[in-house]
């Protein structure tokens, strides 16, 4: 094993005592068996029922969005963000390449195409700077719109991950947005709780997307959520996600190509007791990053990702930025790290190396590449610490 | 109030007793508490789980399926069998006209387009006979498959579903499909229990799919299924539904574009539970049709739907079909049962009626549309006899 796996492996049992510890696994220590008794014993499991309105409510109110609808899982709620703000088949929506596969596919999914564009380091998220730079050669004016000059394709929206929890800079993005005619519709999956001066990511574009996934700071088995502060579009949302089904006490009219997206009630039951435990889930998670910053802190080769300045991050997944000196010890300390029962993992493969993704227009992604060889996420569990 | 809809109030109150009645209420007098406690407890709420294993296992026993895959609704399981089945972009799938919108959503989630077929009064689904006709002037031969003679797309699968859980005629449906070269994927969302010949629904086709939203005969919140014996489509059907990710201990590598369809295990851990008690609610189910048989044998205009000859049904959604002299009173009949607090609900509005496909190619419908004016479902939970 190499010296710096050994310090590493050393560093962390520091911070978090002995034994083995997943990447991150779900605390179910509040009202989550109460309120599923509950739900089972009123027979509302599914898609009508008290805690998926109470979800939706306590989600906008915590995030400071208007309204929260939700959905059956993240690449579901980004879908449909998609499709509501006006993405349409052959349309290009620019994604970092560095990101989980549901970005890509939910864009796929619409019959669009994702277009790849870098990270910075500062934050793991969309770089706005380079981005400007890239759309200056890469976009042309059409009509209104902008489109991409090699594909002639309209580019259509702009969709920021906030990676492993930590805002990315929204504001240049946002300018971006702006000059470039994009949707702007945040993929904020990974960072409930995560805000951006003072105000929580995904609510910032048109529509901000959340995940409840089991991985996730809070989970209902399954799920996600769609935000927004426009009324008409939540009805929409809502509309779309419940098969566009018209209101009626008895008639099954559809009035347009609707999903069967939205969350059972038996899944809102454990979100809404996950959402009672998010500020402990949060504290535990800063405090874990305190110690792991400590422990680490004489291991010169590696960085602990801290919240970019301005932004208070949720901290979902610790992660290691190793220098380029050690880059390419990347998989043995993965390994070593692994084999003792501290469950590591490394970035997500880049979008553009993903098979059905190699075709797909892409920025120079310099950043992105050369973090994939470097990230390392470590055990992140709220109640470690 | 019409004399008919007095007659039809007082025979459902002879077999039901005094109260309000739903259209279908699930039921939850098993092990359900039992395995979710269970399931919270263990953490393993979402992507992993024992349960999800079980389920699809003690499901495809059942169903003397060789292989079942659970996912997260019944329009996901149609999308991906549909998929599966080699649909593609622009080919056109025959399904009924007669059915739930997701029938015709998950072919245009491909990019197909439904076409929609007429229904025969014995079984309420697709009529083999008058397909065949049918496609005998519409169909032409393009290369070893078919081709819309009209539109020129490629007619690549049928879709029989068994309305309200009665089987339709699979026999000549298969005769047709073979003769038609097109790939058979049942939609058997409302037949779990339901057997044609001895044999269960959505096991004669290539795929079949089931579903366990909170109104169908078991549920899981939301959850639905595939079949099939094809243990190579098995796996690839789990791949799909699982983001297409390919075995690693931690790399994320995604070798097509997948979905994120799996069925939570929190869910998977109630469908374990209610499939324990499928036969009592089938029996339930049966005794309720004696019941309703009997109090209604004396009203002329209205005959109860019973299972096709040949068939075993689930009796999932008991059915009164008017006669033509009071299908006017229809909506009388809908309006006074409602108002009594007798749920019951017409028939779906025709597929070629809605608006996303009224353009879509259709045969003549002329069954269908005598149907879609004399159906009334009534009251049909478990346990009411």
Known sequence: MSMIADSIIHALHNALGEGNFPLHEPRFSGNEQRYVQGCIASTYVSSVGAYVERFEEELAAYAGARRAVAVVNGTAALQVALQLAGVQANDEVIVPALTFVATANAVRYLGAVPHFADSEEATLGLDPHVLRVWLKSAAEPAGDAYRNRQTGRRLRALVPMHTFG??????????????????????????????????????????????????????????????????????????????????????????????????????????????EQLPEFLASKRRLFERYQEALADINEVCLMREPSGCESNYWLHTLVLSDVVADLRDTILQATNDTGLMTRPAWRLMHRLEPYTECPRAPLPVAESLERRIVNLPSSAGLA
Request: charged share 15%; with cysteine; hydrophobic share 35%.
């Open 166 to 275: 930590h805002p990315c800079n929204l504001e240049g993005l946002l300018a971006v947005a702006h000059d470039y005619r994009l949707a702007l519709v945040e993929d904020a999956a990974e960072s409930l709780g995560s805000r951006y001066q003072g105000q929580h990511t995904g609510t910032f574009g048109l529509l901000g997307t959340l995940s409840f996934n089991g991985n996730k700071i809070i989970t209902t088995g399954g799920g996600g959520a769609i935000l927004m502060n426009d009324e008409r579009l939540a009805d929409h949302a809502k509309h779309l996600t419940t098969t566009a089904k018209l209101p009626h006490r008895w008639d099954y009219v559809h009035d347009e190509v609707g999903y069967n997206f939205r969350m059972p009630n038996l899944n809102a039951a454990v979100g809404c007791a996950q959402l």
